[in-house]
């Protein structure tokens, strides 16, 4: 039984933070990654950031500079601090974990950039 279950979305400012979390469960293969996945209105679904296991983060070039993910990888759990938000920012964000064979997805949640 895998959940992965996020929280810390909501409404900010334009250029505010934002701390975004996932934790998963039942999870027993070792995964190979865990990831940040977003989707506007009318957008594909597009990379954030993805941690992989022993290796370095990479980002999507639109968020360079100003989200930095990070992983707990005893519970396991993976984050996103998002700091200078933007209104072109605000989409639906999933986690995700990817093991050998199979990629796990969180339910979603709300992130919205307005004044």
């Known amino acids: 039984q895998v959940q992965l279950v996020e929280s810390g979305g909501g409404l900010v400012q334009p250029g505010g933070s934002l701390r975004l979390s996932c934790a998963a469960s039942g999870i027993s293969e070792r995964i190979i990654g865990m990831a940040w996945y977003r989707q506007a209105p009318g957008k594909q679904r597009e990379l954030v950031a993805a941690q992989p296991t022993g290796g370095s983060p990479n980002y999507g070039d639109s968020v360079k500079g100003r989200f930095t993910i990070s992983r707990d990888n005893a519970k396991p759990a993976v984050y996103l601090q998002m700091n200078s938000l933007k209104p072109e920012d605000t989409a639906v964000y999933y986690c995700?974990?990817?093991?050998?064979?199979?990629?796990?997805w969180g339910q979603g949640t709300q992130v919205t950039v307005s004044s």
């Open positions: 995700n974990a990817l093991l050998k064979r199979t990629t796990y």
